[in-house]
């Protein structure tokens, strides 16, 4: 996988949810509401217009897409970067996919579609932390990506070891994020099983 197949399939990525926003435009009345915004305990308190709520999260797709372009050009070890595709894939994949499921649960949501979506939303960072995990070993020292230290970027042989523990972690944290919604139910429970994973 190279960058530029990446970038192809982000951007492919943004129109198909820019069509699945385009048919839920139709759907919905003039005037309506989406909502983009919920609290800890499941409930919506934050709304946006139709064109903004059902457009928001494809226009931010596209700029990741972007962003993914111009990466070669702001990283100073552009030849480290080139080298390890399998990691910005598996972020990037990792990312499109927590992205698609803020996008089918917004736009599901002001369609009237039942989605518990602190439920998909924890399965999709646990997916993307596994991804990140698996390939975090398979990379070279970057100033962009990666768990950049002042000893991980002077030495390729602690950058390794670094990712390899980091890896190990990632996995770890990936599978507690997929059971754990199945054993701790409820927006507020993601919220405290995010927040621990993340900083152990």
Not at 27 to 53: C, F, R
Not at 68 to 95: C, D, N, Q
Not at 133 to 146: I, P, R, T
């Amino acid at each position: 996988m190279n960058l530029n197949k990446i970038f192809y399939g982000t951007v492919l990525s943004a129109i198909l949810m820019g069509v699945f926003s385009l048919y839920a435009w139709f759907q919905l009345p003039e005037g309506a509401m989406v909502p983009v915004h919920w609290n800890i305990d499941g409930d919506i308190d934050g709304y946006a217009s139709k064109t903004w709520g059902l457009f928001l999260i494809p226009l931010i797709t596209l700029g990741l897409g972007g962003l993914l372009k111009a990466l070669p050009y702001l990283e100073p070890r552009r030849k480290h970067l080139e080298k390890s595709p399998k990691l910005i894939g598996a972020t990037w994949i990792g990312v499109g996919l927590v992205m698609w499921v803020v996008q089918i649960s917004t736009v599901g949501t002001a369609l009237g579609w039942a989605i518990d979506l602190f439920l998909l939303l924890s399965i999709a960072i646990g997916l993307m932390m596994m991804l990140i995990g698996n390939y975090a070993a398979k990379s070279q020292s970057m100033f962009l990506v990666g768990f950049r230290t002042p000893w991980t970027l002077s030495s390729e042989t602690v950058w390794i070891k670094t990712h390899r523990l980091f890896g190990r972690l990632f996995m770890i944290g990936g599978i507690i994020m997929i059971v754990g919604p199945f054993i701790f139910p409820g927006p507020r429970a993601f919220f405290y099983l995010i927040m621990a994973t993340v900083m152990v």
